[in-house]
């Protein structure tokens, strides 16, 4: 884990976990030298509503919104633009944020798709409404992005896979490391440069690391970056 005294030049954070805001850190990435973004912006958690362990434990609670006040969708879409050599991201996102970024993707030449997130195991149903059982992920691509088309595995746009959530890392909203492996062989080849801006528990740099690609993660709570770091340790690929 590094801070942002720390950084000294763009080599300085490759392979590294940082500790901070991911828009000022961001800033610190040159014009079009990221192949890959692929990360899960913060949207709201309600104690009252969720059921789940961050009802009793107002600490995850807090830190997993703290980020929102502050997240400026479409800026994280300029940086996103900016640093990719060509547009290229996956970005999870839910409902209420959706229009957002499709209200901003839509006046580029771009190339964009939902993907269903969908969990086997989701919070039981409450306050007149359907289960909460899907979070979307919108993938974006400028033209001549590199997109695998030869390999063997599922290319479904809805997937299913079990809601680890709280179960692992003291994460609330903690993606499927298979998961997400799956989006970095699709969408990348070995050696590229892979951004997550909000790397939480850490599973999108775990999964860079195991595949043999670079990573940039950002994050602005300090006790997350530690996970992720434990994470990356355990990992069975060394760089």
């Known amino acids: 884990m590094i801070y942002p005294c720390q950084i000294t030049d763009f080599k300085s954070i490759e392979n590294q976990v940082i500790c901070g805001n991911c828009l000022d850190m961001m800033k610190l990435i040159p014009d079009k030298s990221i192949d890959l973004v692929l990360t899960d912006p913060p949207y709201s958690i309600h ?4 059921g789940g362990l961050h009802k009793t434990n107002p600490w995850l609670r807090n830190v997993h919104n703290a980020g929102i006040d502050s997240f400026n ?3 994280f879409l300029k940086q996103c633009e900016r640093v990719c050599k060509n547009m290229h991201a996956y970005i999870f ?7 957002d970024y499709i209200d901003f993707i839509t006046k580029k030449e771009w190339n964009w798709e939902i993907l269903i997130y969908a969990k086997r195991n989701p919070i039981p149903t409450k306050n007149n409404k359907y289960l909460s059982d899907k979070e979307y992920c919108l993938f974006v691509r400028a033209k001549n992005c590199y997109f695998n088309n030869n390999l ?5 746009k809805t997937v299913q896979y079990v809601n680890i ?3 692992e890392f003291n994460h609330p909203t903690v993606k499927n490391l298979e998961y997400i492996k799956d989006r970095i062989l699709f969408s990348s080849n070995e050696g590229d440069l892979i951004l997550d801006p909000f790397l939480g528990s850490g599973t999108t740099a775990r999964a860079c690391k195991d595949l043999g690609r670079r990573f940039i993660g950002i994050e602005i709570s300090e006790k997350y970056c530690e996970i992720a770091c434990d994470r990356l340790r355990q990992s069975v690929i060394n760089f």
Request: glycine content about 4%.
């Open 47 to 50: 104690a009252e509503s969720d």
């Open 73 to 75: 969708p479409y800026e």
């Open 93 to 99: 996102c839910a409902k209420n944020n959706l229009k």
């Open 152 to 156: 063997e595995f599922e290319k479904y």
């Open 165 to 167: 959530g709280n179960s």
